[in-house]
């Protein structure tokens, strides 16, 4: 396991397999460990490169901290252009990173995320006091609750066993809460949704119907804004969609880095509908994106006064 040390951090990383590298972003609160469904099929195809951020970031810049993060483990590799795949805040990171250095990214990959701000659903309150555990009383019980809701009936149903490994997992690699709070935060600020049609990477969005933290509208919603995105929508899958459609997702996205072709052009007929049919499953009114930087906030302030670390 190499190591890379910056000035207030070190980045824990592995490299797998061989061919175009291929750059994995975390989603918040996850470690590389949560790509064991994902490094056995793509680091047959691709140098795959995984890594965890470890120690004091301040985060002062939000997400273009986190970047500034990715683009020296790039540089300390020395791999000039990548393909990205950002789950969740790690789409977040890939996004920015798009922006920031396109030079480096290849084709990307935004998997349960958003372009942030005032998208067009924002996750509910409930969904929010249920990722962040309220309501339990110990790291474990608001840990399972927030994985409870992150994920499908139908897979907990199906492979609860494989829950379990999640779920002990994320217990043995958390983050400090400072840690946690000043990415969540971090999350809660991003907002590209005025730069987004700057990004001219092929880009693919994969999403689960069942996701209840980043609602589905904001799927087809950043797959419309990107001038050469397609939207692939799975059924009966949430938030971890790349561990609970595993199979599915890694065909997909091998697929699509290995295409020669670029992307269906924006405004086709195909992936207009595959848009439409993304807004026609998403039910209910649509709430006001700003107000999750106040409640997270607050939630937060709520958990550090329960216990002094979790997640």
Same mark, same amino acid.
């Given at each position: 396991?190499?190591?890379?040390?910056?000035?207030?951090?070190?980045?824990?990383?592995?490299?797998?397999?061989?061919?175009?590298?291929?750059?994995?972003?975390?989603?918040?609160?996850?470690?590389?460990?949560?790509?064991?469904?994902?490094?056995?099929?793509?680091?047959?195809?691709?140098?795959?490169?995984?890594?965890?951020?470890?120690?004091?970031?301040?985060?002062?810049?939000?997400?273009?901290?986190?970047?500034?993060?990715?683009?020296?483990?790039?540089?300390?590799?020395?791999?000039?252009?990548?393909?990205?795949?950002?789950?969740?805040?790690?789409?977040?990171?890939?996004?920015?990173?798009?922006?920031?250095?396109?030079?480096?990214?290849?084709?990307?990959?935004?998997?349960?995320?958003?372009?942030?701000?005032?998208?067009?659903?924002?996750?509910?309150?409930?969904?929010?006091?249920?990722?962040?555990?309220?309501?339990?009383?110990?790291?474990?019980?608001?840990?399972?609750?927030?994985?409870?809701?992150?994920?499908?009936? /139908?897979? =907990? $149903?199906? &492979?609860?066993?494989?829950?379990?490994?999640?779920?002990? #997992? %994320? @217990?043995?690699?958390? !983050?400090?809460?400072?840690?946690?709070?000043?990415?969540?935060?971090?999350?809660?600020?991003?907002?590209?949704?005025?730069?987004?049609?700057?990004?001219?990477?092929?880009?693919?969005?994969?999403?689960?119907?069942?996701?209840?933290?980043?609602?589905?509208?904001?799927?087809?919603?950043?797959?419309?804004?990107?001038?050469?995105?397609?939207?692939?929508?799975?059924?009966?899958?949430?938030?971890?969609?790349?561990?609970?459609?595993?199979?599915?997702?890694?065909?997909?996205?091998?697929?699509?880095?290995?295409?020669?072709?670029?992307?269906?052009?924006?405004?086709?007929?195909?992936?207009?509908?595959? /848009?439409? =049919? $993304?807004? &026609?499953?998403?039910?209910?009114?649509?709430?006001?994106? #700003? %107000? @999750?930087?106040?409640? !997270?906030?607050?939630?937060?302030?709520?958990?550090?006064?329960?216990?002094?670390?979790?997640?």
């Amino acid at each position: 396991m190499p190591v890379m040390i910056t000035e207030d951090t070190s980045i824990d990383y592995d490299i797998q397999g061989s061919g175009p590298p291929l750059i994995l972003i975390n989603g918040l609160g996850f470690g590389r460990w949560a790509w064991f469904k994902q490094l056995p099929a793509l680091s047959r195809h691709f140098r795959t490169i995984t890594f965890d951020i470890r120690g004091e970031v301040d985060l002062k810049d939000g997400v273009s901290t986190l970047v500034d993060e990715v683009v020296a483990l790039l540089d300390h590799l020395r791999v000039r252009k990548a393909h990205v795949l950002g789950t969740s805040l790690g789409g977040f990171v890939a996004q920015e990173l798009a922006l920031k250095r396109p030079d480096l990214v290849d084709r990307l990959i935004l998997v349960c995320t958003s372009y942030g701000g005032r998208g067009p659903e924002t996750m509910s309150p409930q969904a929010l006091a249920t990722m962040l555990g309220f309501g339990s009383f110990s790291p474990e019980g608001a840990v399972r609750q927030g994985l409870e809701a992150a994920t499908s009936d /139908a897979y =907990r $149903a199906e &492979k609860p066993e494989e829950f379990d490994h999640i779920l002990h #997992a %994320r @217990l043995a690699d958390s !983050l400090p809460l400072v840690a946690y709070s000043r990415q969540a935060m971090a999350g809660a600020r991003f907002d590209v949704s005025s730069e987004i049609e700057s990004i001219f990477a092929p880009t693919l969005v994969i999403h689960g119907s069942e996701d209840r933290y980043v609602p589905l509208a904001n799927a087809a919603a950043l797959a419309e804004a990107l001038p050469k995105a397609e939207l692939k929508v799975l059924e009966d899958a949430g938030h971890l969609v790349f561990i609970e459609q595993s199979a599915k997702v890694n065909r997909k996205v091998i697929s699509f880095l290995k295409a020669g072709e670029k992307p269906k052009k924006r405004g086709s007929k195909d992936r207009r509908a595959s /848009a439409g =049919r $993304a807004r &026609k499953k998403v039910k209910g009114p649509v709430k006001v994106g #700003a %107000r @999750l930087g106040g409640a !997270l906030r607050r939630a937060i302030s709520w958990i550090e006064k329960m216990w002094g670390q979790v997640f």
